[in-house]
Nanobody, 120 residues
């Protein structure tokens, strides 16, 4: 069994910062790409940031220069540092991972989601 457990998030004023964490645990042979998506009420889910096992990153245009994704491969953890937060960043943030287990691959395996609310 594999789990992705998210932490962080909460309420912050515009211009503030938050850090999200997501730790994978269980029967894991390897983790390939990891990333973060978000979904705001009434809006489509969107990719926020992605990071490969080698550390290559990709960001949505809306967060470039403000958000930083990183990962700790030794601890199967991915982070999202969010600076200069805006009210439009308000959403439920989901961690995703591509995980290889002894029984096969899990693609875009989701965490439980965490609420980020940015007040104006």
């Amino acid at each position: 069994q594999v789990q992705l457990v998210q932490s962080g998030g909460g309420l912050v004023q515009a211009g503030g910062s938050l850090r999200l964490s997501c730790a994978a645990s269980g029967s894991i042979l390897s983790i390939n790409a990891m990333g973060w998506d978000r979904q705001a009420p009434g809006k489509r889910r969107e990719v926020v940031a992605q990071i490969t096992s080698g550390g290559r990153t990709n960001y949505a245009d809306s967060v470039k220069g403000r958000f930083t994704i990183s990962r700790d491969n030794a601890n199967n953890t991915v982070y999202l540092k969010m600076n200069s937060l805006k009210p439009e960043d308000t959403a439920v943030y989901y961690c995703l991972s591509d995980i290889t287990t002894p029984w096969g691959s899990l693609t875009n395996f989701w965490g439980q989601g965490t609420q980020v609310t940015v007040s104006s």
